[in-house]
């Protein structure tokens, strides 16, 4: 059976070698190129969450029970960035 194939082996073998070696260079250069995606991505999801205000916020408790006294279900997430309720821990209330 072998020698039945063997002609097409002979014929497909100055092929393999560029194409294994550009296909190695390729899965090399994806998973680089994944990684790279991948800490982009991290460092875009870490400025966003570091754009909530809600540990130098004064109604926060720092209690994982009731996290806000005003908005306890969005507090600490990406829907307290752009609270209109936030105020600076040393920051005075005043009422109107």
């Known amino acids: 059976m072998f ?3 063997y002609p097409l082996i002979q014929a497909i073998q100055p092929f393999l070698i560029p194409l294994c070696f550009c296909l190695a260079w390729a ?3 994806l998973s680089l190129m994944t990684v790279w995606l991948a800490i982009k991505d991290g460092v875009a ?3 966003r ?3 909530i ?3 130098h916020c004064q109604f926060f408790t720092n209690d ?3 996290k806000c006294t005003i908005h306890p279900s969005v507090a ?3 829907q307290a960035i752009n609270c209109r309720d936030y105020c600076a821990a040393n920051q005075s209330i005043t009422l109107n």
């Open 3 to 5: 020698q039945v194939l």
């Open 27 to 29: 899965i090399v250069i």
């Open 45 to 47: 999801n870490a400025k």
């Open 49 to 51: 969450m570091h754009q």
């Open 53 to 55: 205000p809600c540990s």
């Open 64 to 66: 994982y029970r009731l």
């Open 76 to 78: 600490n997430s990406e």
